[in-house]
């Protein structure tokens, strides 16, 4: 039994991947870090977060170009010369993640974050994907777009989390044996797949959850 542990998520565009943890955090009573990341990370370093944003994985990443211009409302005139790179802004954040994992129990969702907590003793890895017309459905709906526009969107952004990960961490997004447990949330809804991941997170943990 652990008092402390984390669950990571990784997800496709539309997969309703940020929503599980969501309801994951809301249910199990604990931290829920997305893009809050991004804001801790810029107050903890003194960074804008306008540098965070331009690495992160939910923009189009690319390797090029592999330095940012720095201007930070820190010291202007100390960092008017120097070159911010993707690894820096990366492992920033990433100590930032460590940090929060040694606070108390959380997920996290993206980001890397089960290479970047590979090390972290109570862990549970979970890649969710879904049908493409599921996908498509919920992208066209909760950002008003036509299908078209949602498809073109969805496979965006897949390339660029798929680039992210690969680049960072070395290993495959999506692919199995780079997480614990991966489901296909169009198969039991989103609900039900929370309570599936709340049972093995009840076996890997040895906590037993409240449930509703």
């Not at 010369?81 to 492992?91: A, D, G, P, R, W």
């Not at 459905?137 to 498809?151: D, M, N, P, V």
């Amino acid at each position: 039994m652990t008092d402390k542990y984390v669950i990571t998520i990784g997800r496709q565009l539309g997969s309703g991947g940020r929503e599980i943890g969501q309801k994951l955090s809301a249910r199990l009573g604990i931290s829920f870090y997305d893009k809050e990341l991004i804001r801790i990370a810029s107050r903890e370093s003194g960074l804008k977060e306008e540098f965070f944003e331009r690495v992160d994985e939910q923009k189009h990443f690319s390797l090029f170009p592999g330095l940012l211009g720095l201007r930070s409302s820190v010291s202007d005139e100390f960092f008017s010369n120097y070159y911010l790179s993707n690894e820096t802004l990366f492992k920033i954040q990433s100590d930032v993640m460590r940090m929060l994992a040694e606070e108390g129990s959380c997920i996290f969702v993206g980001r890397c974050a089960d290479y970047v907590l590979k090390e972290h003793r109570d862990i549970l890895n979970i890649f969710i994907s879904a049908s493409i017309d599921d996908r498509i459905r919920r992208i066209a709906a909760s950002h008003k777009l036509t299908e078209g526009k949602a498809r073109e969107i969805i496979e965006k952004t897949d390339k660029g989390r798929s680039s992210y990960y690969h680049y960072f961490s070395g290993k495959t997004w999506g692919a199995a044996e780079s997480y614990h447990l991966c489901i296909n949330s169009s198969l039991l809804g989103l609900d039900k797949t929370v309570k599936l991941i709340c049972q093995v997170a009840e076996e890997r943990f040895g906590i037993t959850f409240p449930h509703p």
